[in-house]
């Protein structure tokens, strides 16, 4: 299967900081979404982001499929920015979807 | 839209019992997976559906796990008989199709006793 690395696996922000989180991929995808799990355990879409450019607000995304690797931005993160951010990827085949490790973010205030 | 529906929240039950979820995907989504996450493995997909239709059930992880989708907007995840090794978030997510990005409900936490 495709193999997913998340980086870094922890990170500790002040409230305000900015932060890139990264997620390489071994392999072409034809599908790539950020998720963030919050506290709560819930699970939100970020972005749906196979290539390009992505902004909503304070987070953007950019995936350069060509070099199999995306990046995930947080600009002047907030203490609600806190929980686990994954990375999945996957092709046509939605049985062949996979999810990163994640990145543990903490925001202090 | 309410989002992707789950029920119930939380569950606890004894090994041995049997313990249904339950799943109402939005309304117009052709896709709804069934997911568990746990520390050691991570999320896992067990099984999805294409317009009601079970098309992999590869990650179901033995005879003791079913599920069904009767209608559009309903599908259960069943487990019987529950074992401890079951306990897990279980998640139910639905997608239009395959260039779009899935909608995860809140989960069920199933601990088993």
């Known amino acids: 299967g495709i193999q997913v690395e998340q980086s870094p696996p922890d990170l500790i922000l002040q409230e305000g900081a900015n932060s890139t989180l990264r997620c390489n991929f071994s392999?072409?995808?034809?599908?790539l979404q950020w998720f963030h799990q919050n506290p709560w355990g819930q699970l939100i879409n970020l972005f749906y982001i196979p290539s390009g450019t992505k902004q909503n607000g304070r987070l953007s995304a950019t995936t350069v499929a060509t070099e199999r690797y995306s990046l995930l931005y947080i600009s002047s993160s907030q203490t609600t920015d806190s929980g686990v951010y994954f990375c999945?990827?996957?092709?046509?085949?939605?049985?062949?979807?996979?999810f990163g490790s994640g990145t543990k973010l903490n925001v202090k205030p | 839209d309410a989002g992707v529906i789950q029920s119930p929240r939380h569950e606890v039950t004894e090994m041995g019992q049997e313990v249904t979820l339950r799943c109402k995907p939005i309304s117009g989504h052709d896709y709804l997976f069934w997911y568990r996450q746990t520390m050691m493995r991570g999320l896992e997909l067990l099984i999805y559906?294409?317009?009601?239709?079970?098309?992999?059930d590869s990650g179901m992880p033995e005879d003791r796990f079913s599920a069904k989708m009767p209608n559009a907007s309903f599908s259960t995840l069943k487990i019987q008989p529950s074992e401890p090794r079951d306990s897990a978030v279980y998640f139910c997510a639905s997608t239009p199709g395959h260039f779009y990005g899935y909608t995860f409900g809140s989960g069920t936490r199933l601990t088993v006793v």
């Open positions: 999945a990827v996957g092709g046509y085949n939605f049985n062949k979807f996979y």
């Open positions: 392999d072409s995808v034809n599908n």
């Open positions: 559906f294409n317009n009601n239709v079970p098309i992999d």
